[in-house]
């Protein structure tokens, strides 16, 4: 596969193609390598690979040609030189960190980040020198008014979950870059496929490939997307040494997930938007959270950033607790469970699951809700959603 080629196909066709390399078989579908290690024609190859003077595969903690396919086919999705695979989303975020960051250095990141990223960066991080300072999504001037002389990253989920706040990613790139600070976002939600953020000046892409890329829910992975030097090797340096590696298997089901990913989230923006619209005009819903609605508060931002709205839609209940439990306990069909951006439609509480450890404050100050219900909107008929929802909605 010739660079040239990469550099003229469009996104659809690189996400069927991009990376693939042929044994000798000659296999249609991208072979699975499910090896530990690469055997050496001699003592001396072994040598030459291991002093780095011939490129090659050694083990599969460094490189494996799958997990290699998918990597080079994410990377030329986003935009990016270098694309490093890694075992988990979360993995990713600890890979950015260990890989670019050390003692003493600071964060500044939105305080509407991923809870985990949020247990990683205080408890972890916080234990080896690493502090930590929050800022509204929103808020450019915050931002910028939290940058330390030790600030090292800016980091950033855009849109945001579970209110789909969107961040203005080409005004935080300005403001990293301005003082010397790099630009990390995590674009889980949008994908390639609705939004490129190295295009518009972020330094870091890092994903959970649990969640869109796969698109079925059915395994766990992450991803790094940068340049040469930070990603391939800062990061990489950490990942081969450390081991929070994809496994060849999860990398083939992501290959397979990347080459329907366009038509896939073309559907789920398309579902999430008639389903937000919906859910707009029922008598029992007080407010909608969705990019793609004309009331969002970034409506226009998230029009010029992105492809499409994305598959997340929030909505608060009229009433508390009680009334959003209610409706969620009539639905038969979606799933009540707090992962997203599978086929399935998922639905969840976020104020009592994924945000349930933060205090009654620190709610109210995220505009987290109780009667706050958060939709992954998956590939059902939309109007099958609509009626599992109307049930509950009903009773209200
Ligand atoms: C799920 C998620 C993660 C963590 O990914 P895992 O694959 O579960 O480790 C990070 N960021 C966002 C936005 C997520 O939704």
Known sequence: ??????????????????????????????????????????????????????????????????????EQRLAALEGGERCVATSSGMAAILATCMGLLKSGDHIVSSRAIFGSTVVLFDSFMGR????????????????????????????????????????????????????????????CFCTPALQQPLALGADIVIHSATKYIDGQGRCLGGAVVGSEELVGKEVFGFLRTAGPTMSP???????????????????????????AQWLEQQPQVARVYYPGLASHPQHALATAQQKGYGGIVAFEVKGGREQAWGVIDATRMLSITANLGDAKSTITHPATTTHGRLSAEQKAEAGIGEGLIRISVGLEEVDDIKADLARGLALI
């Not at 298997?249 to 389903?275: C, D, P, Y």
Request: negative net charge; proline residues 4%.
């Open 128 to 187: 080896f020198g690493v502090q930590t300072s929050y800022v509204p999504q929103t808020d450019l001037d915050a931002w910028e008014a939290a940058i330390r002389p030790n600030t090292r990253l800016l980091f950033v989920e855009t849109p945001s979950n579970p209110l789909t706040e969107i961040a203005d990613i080409r005004a935080l790139a300005e403001i990293a870059h301005r003082h010397g600070c790099l630009l990390a976002v995590d674009n």
């Open 1 to 70: 596969m010739d660079q040239q080629d990469f550099d003229e196909w469009g996104f659809g066709t690189l996400a069927v193609r991009a990376g693939q390399m042929r044994t000798g078989e000659g296999e249609q579908s991208e072979a699975i390598f499910p090896t530990s290690s690469f055997r050496f024609d001699s003592a001396a190859q072994a040598a030459a690979r291991f002093g780095g003077t011939e490129p090659g595969n050694i083990y599969s903690r460094f490189t494996n040609p799958t997990v290699r396919t998918f």
């Open 249 to 275: 298997f999860n990398a083939w089901v992501f290959l397979k997930g990347l080459e329907t990913l366009k038509l896939r989230m073309q559907a789920h923006s398309a579902n999430a938007l008639a389903l």
